[in-house]
């Protein structure tokens, strides 16, 4: 089902004060098309730690209170818009003890409430709004008069009017314009996580390893860096996938291209790769795996150097020919060559 503004009622929100923790991309984007949609400024408040966020919140004309608990205190209605990974630490130990019993919790991702991080009373609503869209376009397509897409569901109905209420800040941050399509947080992190730990390393591996292969079959880095990505083909074949269809747009391909792809992909045996799939989607995302090993190491992605485990998987992906190459010739092809 697709929700659009004439679901959502707005007078919901009357004379409710809305918090948001977080002021980084969804938070200012979220809380300027909140406001612009009629919402008093006098009724919203941010809270941030007393830092650049808070700055910017504060150029903005916004009410800040650097108090988390002080913010929560107050809350109808709190948009939980930090970090993912940060939210249950902050939320658990600083928000939730001090929030009304019948406040209403909005996520923007579904992980932490499926992976039930969070700790709620039963009394109080918990509903995701969960934009399919950068901050920045979130804010940008708002202003523009447009909608962004965007998932919602009611994920704990503590008052019985969750969907109500969740719908009416859908509209208000501008996403029943394109459409809020009813999803849950079991399938936002299904499909997030999917493709985030299933899809896309498989894409990552399949560039690098073509990679490999044609540069031992003797093409140089130029061209393959060229040819792969940075003419940025497969950026303008996911465009017209996204307009035309993902098969039909093969048809503004060559027709060697065409027969080439379309034969191709029939002669491959998905078998295999829907099995590892599986095995992914199950055995490590739904089961919580994924989740729990992220959690052991969270707080060392505040780290610097090699003690912080992202900076050692950028490190280890740096080494391949694919990499490599990219280093030299990026600059070349933005810059010209009198610079390589
Ligand atoms: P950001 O990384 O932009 O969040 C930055 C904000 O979080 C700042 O206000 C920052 O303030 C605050 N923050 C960071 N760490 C802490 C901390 N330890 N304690 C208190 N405040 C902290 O987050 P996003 O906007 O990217 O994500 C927010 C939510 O939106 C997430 O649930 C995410 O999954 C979801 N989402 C994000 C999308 C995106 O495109 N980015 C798209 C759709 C959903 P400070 O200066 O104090 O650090």
């Given amino acids: 089902k697709i929700y659009y503004d004439s679901d959502a009622d707005l007078e919901l929100l009357k004379d409710k004060t809305i918090v948001f923790l977080g002021f980084g991309n969804q938070g200012a984007a979220q809380a300027q098309n909140l406001r612009d949609s009629g919402i008093p400024n006098e009724k919203i408040i941010v809270t941030n730690r007393e830092d650049a966020y808070a700055e910017d919140a504060k150029s903005k004309g916004f009410n800040v209170e650097h108090n988390f608990s002080k913010a929560a205190q107050v809350a109808d209605i709190i948009f939980l818009l930090i970090p993912d990974q940060v939210q249950p630490r902050v939320f658990n130990e600083q928000v939730a003890p001090s929030l009304k019993d019948n406040a209403v919790v909005v996520v923007a991702s579904g992980y932490n409430v499926f992976f039930e991080l969070l700790q709620f009373k039963p009394s109080q609503d918990v509903v995701m709004v969960a ?121 503004y391909h060559s027709t060697v291209s065409q027969y080439g792809q379309l034969n191709g992909a029939l002669q491959l ?64 092809f933005t810059n010209g060559s009198e610079h390589v």
């Fill in 131 to 251: 934009p399919r869209m950068i901050g920045s376009s979130v804010r940008s397509l708002y202003v523009k008069g447009k909608g962004f897409p965007c998932f919602v569901s009611v994920e704990q109905d503590g008052t019985g009017s969750g969907m109500s209420i969740a719908l009416a800040l859908s509209r208000v941050i501008g996403a029943t314009k394109a459409g809020a399509i009813a999803s849950s947080a079991r399938e936002e992190v299904a499909m997030d996580l999917f493709a985030e730990q299933a899809l896309w390393p498989n894409i990552i591996v399949l560039f690098r390893e073509a990679f490999s292969v044609l540069k031992e079959a003797g093409c140089s880095d130029e061209a393959l860096c060229y040819e792969m990505w940075m003419s940025k083909e497969p950026a303008e074949i996911f465009e017209r996938a996204a307009e035309d269809g993902f098969i039909d747009q093969l048809k």
């Fill in 269 to 332: 045996d998905g078998s295999a790769i829907r099995a590892r799939f599986k095995d992914i989607l199950y055995n490590q995302v739904l089961n919580g795996k994924f989740c729990r090993e992220f959690s052991s190491i969270e707080q060392d992605l505040e780290k610097d150097g090699n003690a912080n485990p992202l900076n050692n998987l950028y490190e280890e992906h740096s080494k391949s020919e694919l990499a490599q190459a990219e280093k030299r010739y990026q600059y070349l």
